[in-house]
T-cell receptor, first 115, second 109 residues
Framework: GAGVSQSPSNKVTEKGKDVELRCDPI?????LYWYRQSLGQGLEFLIY????????KSGLPSDRFSAERTGGSVSTLTIQRTQQEDSAVYLC?????????????FGPGTRLTVT | GQSLEQPSEVTAVEGAIVQINCTYQ??????LSWYQQHDGGAPTFLSY????GLEETGRFSSFLSRSDSYGYLLLQELQMKDSASYFC??????????FGAGTRLFVKA
């Protein structure tokens, strides 16, 4: 595909349910980021994958959040036992992330609403 | 830890020049980026500075002073379509990226 894609675009779930959010990065991009953005707020870093290195999970807000990246491509962010404060737009971005190439390309995001 | 500070809002008139400042505190430094985000849209990349000095891209320029842990985004010949949120960010090049809280720019006719 031409850009980063995310699915679903919208997700409404009941408090306590688990959700999975998917990100397809641009082909050939070794770096993949997940961010969370609440309405009118900045981007909160969640997790960073770079090639085959261990991911930087330092931004995950609790152990209910986890992410994996299979085959160095598609990534899934899982939120277990969702809470209302998890409601936000979840953005995925990818980049070549090599020396001289820092531009991140963002997907359209998944809007998560926990009722 | 890492933190970035930028003004929450800036207002300017069409055709004017506006500067959005960003100061940062980081345990390491790997470059300062700027992104634009329109309401309901995804952030899009504007510029990146790894070294001190000014980078110019059309109407937009970005400046970095590593000794002062400071940078700014300069927007010239403002247009209504420039009304958006602007984020500075540090990181990249194999390290995680941290974003500032964003500056909302209002361009008035």
């Amino acid at each position: 595909g031409a850009g980063v894609s995310q699915s679903p675009s919208n997700k409404v779930t009941e408090k306590g349910k688990d959700v999975e959010l998917r990100c397809d990065p641009i082909s050939g991009h070794t770096a993949l980021y997940w961010y969370r953005q609440s309405l009118g707020q900045g981007l909160e870093f969640l997790i960073y994958f770079q090639g085959n290195s261990a991911p930087d999970k330092s931004g995950l807000p609790s152990d209910r959040f986890s992410a994996e990246r299979t085959g160095g491509s598609v990534s899934t962010l899982t939120i277990q036992r969702t809470q209302q404060e998890d409601s936000a737009v979840y953005l995925c971005a990818s980049s070549r992330d090599s020396v001289g190439s820092y531009e991140q390309y963002f997907g359209p995001g998944t809007r998560l609403t926990v009722t | 830890g890492q933190s970035l500070e930028q003004p929450s809002e800036v207002t300017a008139v069409e055709g004017a020049i506006v500067q959005i400042n960003c100061t940062y505190q980081t345990s390491g430094f790997y470059g300062l980026s700027w992104y634009q985000q329109h309401d309901g849209g995804a952030p899009t990349f504007l510029s990146y500075n790894a070294l001190d000095g000014l980078e110019e891209t059309g109407r937009f320029s970005s400046f970095l002073s590593r000794s002062d842990s400071y940078g700014y985004l300069l927007l010239q010949e403002l247009q209504m379509k420039d009304s958006a949120s602007y984020f500075c960010a540090v990181g990249g090049g194999g390290f995680k990226t941290i974003f500032g809280a964003g500056t909302r720019l209002f361009v008035k006719a």
